[in-house]
């Protein structure tokens, strides 16, 4: 069986609402799980939010509200800018989750079992907004190395892992397999970190200090370190424990994409563990570089932090996307200014790929009689054939490296390539000429150039590439597979279909300046954005199910496990209706139930779908067909 290509990005503290950092390593893994999926392969992309900890608490005690509220506001923000962003992600953890909280409790039972996990009271300096102790020696000026902040002296008893037990396994595994640690620099900070004596792992809070996060499962009196709370995710997200058969097809990771900020405890702290619990290590770490505006570091208390949401309203998604993945280069830092956004989408987005779209299909219209002309090939012809044929296995290639700018900029140099191959050729001249065979050998050539461009191009401008396409009737979904480029996909004779522009030209000041007009921070509305398309409804399997049996969980009195059938099939359900309905009220009673929603595991019970109900303050009432009708019955 093919293994799943498997790819994450961190998870996002939601303590605040994202920026541009956020941005791009979200938009940097949709690219490759685009691209990947695009090269035939099963894809798996990871993304969520970690909810637990002092820095939520903190930020939910700021802001008047409990931390679950806290989280669940905050988490809609994230979703909301992933769904500006078209963002396609498979699956969206939040560290609250019960699936997620099972396994972590899981694993830290195993590993105090094993004699991994032990009891020591522990001196060391403590910084809160980085969630972690450190030495004496550590400090910068009496201060956190990290992140400049005033650290606190903590005397306490907590537990600890055993991390230096693993130390040297560790550091035979980076040797033995150069590409787990990406870019190669990041590699040797690792290594030498590692070459110095390894502590072991203080991986709990007491609870009186910081009781936001998950109970130890052997004392209830300590959280979980939030770390490998969080870092859990990566396997609890895919199955590990409760569906081992999906975590199997999995894991390991392919990619787990992280900031150069997070690489020890990605690097370090993360392989420790999965090398106590017994399970393969992911195949690559990658640590790309920051954002800076423009001097330096972006900071709320400088003021220039970049909000993706302005530019994504002003000037669509795809330029943004476009902007990130082509400025940074692998592992380095970049520089986000509005001059150089604006000159990259002018020069390359509006100049190169917008006007080759729109002068092709002017071309198509004025010379063509808006059909696909007939191929007749020249030399000219053939010499373009040539150079766009071998751009798909190039661009294969450096995306695999992790190489996306060089990528990007291999097609851009087709587009612009294409440009001059129509300057040369001259159409228009062809035309007055009447050299009607030419004409169409060089349109056809020049469509075909244009549909391997906007295919390539997919991954990074998702949206845009779709018009251009639909420019020629082509349906991304079914033909945007690498495979399917082969020259020779464009029908002669099919009509095309013009669209809409696909790049306005972003105006600018005398200065240079950009009027970003109305728009602020305000920009993010969590409800708002959140619309479901028509499409995205009909993915919902509504129907109706009977309830066969009702049986009470132990340890929680509002929920009931059911058992229903729907037509044919038995499932079973865990619903928190237990305050409201009696068992005997339920048998036999005919419910609705969204049949094809991700199995979960609450309380500790599989629940393979969700039941339909209105609620009103306290109140609940189940929804129930109007007349009778079978079970299995579909809604719609
Ligand atoms: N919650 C942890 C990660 C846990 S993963 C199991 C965390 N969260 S974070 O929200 O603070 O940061 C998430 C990511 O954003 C990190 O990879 C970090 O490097 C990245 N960025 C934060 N600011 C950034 C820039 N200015 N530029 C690029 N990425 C930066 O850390």
Same mark, same amino acid.
């Given at each position: 069986?093919?293994?799943?290509?498997?790819?994450?990005?961190?998870?996002?503290?939601?303590?605040?609402?994202?920026?541009?950092?956020?941005?791009?390593?979200?938009?940097?893994?949709?690219?490759?799980?685009?691209?990947?999926?695009?090269?035939?392969?099963?894809?798996?992309?990871?993304?969520?939010?970690?909810?637990?900890?002092?820095?939520?608490?903190?930020?939910?005690?700021?802001?008047?509200?409990?931390?679950?509220?806290?989280?669940?506001?905050?988490?809609?923000?994230?979703?909301?800018?992933?769904?500006?962003?078209?963002?396609?992600?498979?699956?969206?953890?939040?560290?609250?989750?019960?699936?997620?909280?099972?396994?972590?409790?899981?694993?830290?039972?195993?590993?105090?079992?094993?004699?991994?996990?032990?009891?020591?009271?522990?001196?060391?300096?403590?910084?809160?907004?980085?969630?972690?102790?450190?030495?004496?020696?550590?400090?910068?000026?009496?201060?956190?190395?990290?992140?400049?902040?005033?650290?606190?002296?903590?005397?306490?008893?907590?537990?600890?892992?055993?991390?230096?037990?693993?130390?040297?396994?560790?550091?035979?595994?980076?040797?033995?397999?150069?590409?787990?640690?990406?870019?190669?620099?990041?590699?040797?900070?690792?290594?030498?970190?590692?070459?110095?004596?390894?502590?072991?792992?203080?991986?709990?809070?007491?609870?009186?200090?910081?009781?936001?996060?998950?109970?130890?499962?052997?004392?209830?009196?300590?959280?979980?370190?939030?770390?490998?709370?969080?870092?859990?995710?990566?396997?609890?997200?895919?199955?590990?424990?409760?569906?081992?058969?999906?975590?199997?097809?999995?894991?390991?990771?392919?990619?787990?994409?992280?900031?150069?900020?997070?690489?020890?405890?990605?690097?370090?702290?993360?392989?420790?563990?999965?090398?106590?619990?017994?399970?393969?290590?992911?195949?690559?770490?990658?640590?790309?570089?920051?954002?800076?505006?423009?001097?330096?570091?972006?900071?709320?208390?400088?003021?220039?932090?970049?909000?993706?949401?302005?530019?994504?309203?002003?000037?669509?998604?795809?330029?943004?996307?476009?902007?990130?993945?082509?400025?940074?280069?692998?592992?380095?830092?970049?520089?986000?200014?509005? $001059? #150089?956004?604006?000159?990259?989408?002018? &020069?390359?987005?509006?100049? %190169?790929? *917008?006007? +080759?779209? /729109?002068? !092709?299909?002017?071309?198509?219209?004025?010379?063509?009689?808006?059909?696909?002309?007939?191929?007749?090939?020249?030399?000219?012809?053939?010499?373009?054939?040539?150079?766009?044929?071998?751009?798909?296995?190039?661009?294969?290639?450096?995306?695999?490296?992790?190489?996306?700018?060089?990528?990007?900029?291999?097609?851009?140099?087709?587009?612009?390539?294409?440009?001059?191959?129509?300057?040369?050729?001259?159409?228009?001249?062809?035309?007055?000429?009447?050299?009607?065979?030419?004409?169409?050998?060089?349109?056809?050539?020049?469509?075909?150039?244009?549909?391997?461009?906007?295919?390539?191009?997919?991954?990074?401008?998702?949206?845009?590439?779709?018009?251009?396409?639909?420019?020629? $009737? #082509?349906?991304?979904?079914?033909?945007? &597979?690498?495979?399917?480029? %082969?020259? *020779?996909? +464009?029908? /002669?004779? !099919?009509?095309?279909?013009?669209?809409?522009?696909?790049?306005?030209?972003?105006?600018?000041?005398?200065?240079?300046?950009?009027?970003?007009?109305?728009?602020?921070?305000?920009?993010?509305?969590?409800?708002?954005?959140?619309?479901?398309?028509?499409?995205?409804?009909?993915?919902?399997?509504?129907?109706?199910?009977?309830?066969?049996?009702?049986?009470?969980?132990?340890?929680?009195?509002?929920?009931?496990?059911?058992?229903?059938?729907?037509?044919?099939?038995?499932?079973?359900?865990?619903?928190?209706?237990?305050?409201?309905?009696?068992?005997?009220?339920?048998?036999?009673?005919?419910?609705?139930?969204?049949?094809?929603?991700?199995?979960?595991?609450?309380?500790?019970?599989?629940?393979?779908?969700?039941?339909?109900?209105?609620?009103?303050?306290?109140?609940?009432?189940?929804?129930?067909?109007?007349?009778?009708?079978?079970?299995?019955?579909?809604?719609?």
């Amino acid at each position: 069986m093919k293994k799943v290509f498997y790819i994450t990005t961190p998870l996002y503290y939601v303590n605040d609402i994202p920026h541009i950092g956020h941005a791009y390593t979200t938009v940097l893994s949709d690219v490759i799980a685009r691209y990947h999926r695009a090269f035939g392969e099963e894809v798996f992309f990871l993304t969520g939010t970690d909810e637990h900890g002092e820095k939520i608490a903190s930020s939910a005690r700021e802001s008047g509200s409990s931390p679950i509220k806290h989280c669940n506001k905050y988490v809609l923000k994230f979703k909301a800018l992933w769904k500006k962003l078209n963002i396609e992600y498979d699956d969206f953890i939040r560290t609250t989750e019960e699936r997620h909280e099972l396994v972590v409790k899981e694993i830290l039972k195993k590993l105090y079992e094993k004699g991994d996990i032990y009891k020591s009271t522990y001196t060391g300096w403590y910084c809160t907004p980085c969630e972690r102790f450190w030495t004496n020696k550590d400090l910068i000026e009496g201060r956190c190395p990290s992140c400049n902040k005033t650290v606190y002296k903590i005397k306490e008893s907590n537990y600890f892992f055993k991390m230096s037990r693993y130390q040297e396994r560790l550091l035979k595994h980076i040797k033995e397999n150069p590409g787990f640690i990406k870019p190669e620099f990041r590699k040797n900070e690792i290594t030498e970190f590692l070459k110095k004596p390894l502590n072991d792992l203080c991986i709990s809070r007491p609870k009186s200090r910081l009781s936001w996060g998950i109970p130890l499962p052997f004392d209830e009196d300590y959280t979980c370190y939030v770390w490998m709370d969080a870092l859990t995710n990566y396997i609890s997200a895919p199955g590990y424990i409760y569906n081992n058969k999906k975590f199997n097809e999995i894991w390991p990771a392919d990619y787990h994409f992280i900031g150069k900020d997070i690489l020890t405890t990605h690097c370090v702290y993360w392989p420790s563990w999965l090398m106590a619990i017994g399970i393969e290590l992911p195949r690559t770490i990658f640590a790309h570089g920051w954002w800076m505006s423009g001097e330096g570091k972006m900071s709320k208390s400088k003021g220039n932090v970049i909000d993706p949401i302005i530019y994504i309203e002003k000037f669509g998604e795809d330029a943004f996307r476009y902007f990130l993945m082509r400025e940074m280069s692998l592992g380095q830092d970049a520089t986000f200014s509005h $001059n #150089i956004f604006v000159n990259r989408i002018n &020069s390359e987005l509006v100049n %190169d790929y *917008g006007n +080759l779209v /729109s002068r !092709t299909v002017k071309m198509i219209k004025d010379f063509s009689g808006g059909k696909i002309p007939c191929e007749h090939t020249n030399q000219k012809t053939n010499q373009l054939r040539k150079e766009v044929i071998k751009v798909p296995r190039i661009v294969k290639e450096l995306v695999k490296e992790m190489r996306l700018n060089e990528a990007i900029e291999e097609v851009m140099s087709l587009v612009r390539r294409t440009n001059r191959f129509i300057e040369e050729t001259a159409p228009w001249k062809l035309n007055k000429e009447n050299k009607k065979k030419e004409l169409e050998g060089v349109l056809y050539a020049v469509s075909e150039a244009l549909r391997f461009v906007s295919i390539l191009l997919h991954p990074i401008i998702p949206n845009k590439s779709t018009i251009a396409l639909k420019n020629f $009737n #082509i349906d991304i979904k079914k033909r945007g &597979s690498f495979n399917s480029l %082969d020259w *020779g996909g +464009l029908t /002669s004779g !099919t009509e095309i279909n013009p669209q809409e522009m696909l790049f306005p030209r972003i105006k600018t000041h005398l200065d240079g300046r950009i009027d970003f007009g109305e728009l602020s921070r305000a920009a993010i509305r969590p409800y708002s954005v959140v619309k479901v398309s028509f499409d995205d409804f009909k993915k919902l399997d509504i129907k109706i199910a009977e309830i066969k049996e009702v049986i009470n969980i132990k340890g929680a009195n509002k929920l009931l496990k059911l058992k229903i059938v729907i037509g044919k099939e038995e499932r079973q359900i865990v619903a928190g209706i237990g305050a409201y309905y009696s068992p005997r009220e339920l048998i036999g009673k005919k419910i609705v139930v969204l049949t094809n929603l991700e199995p979960r595991i609450v309380k500790g019970e599989l629940s393979e779908g969700m039941l339909l109900a209105a609620t009103e303050g306290d109140k609940i009432v189940l929804l129930t067909p109007d007349k009778d009708i079978s079970s299995g019955s579909i809604i719609s």
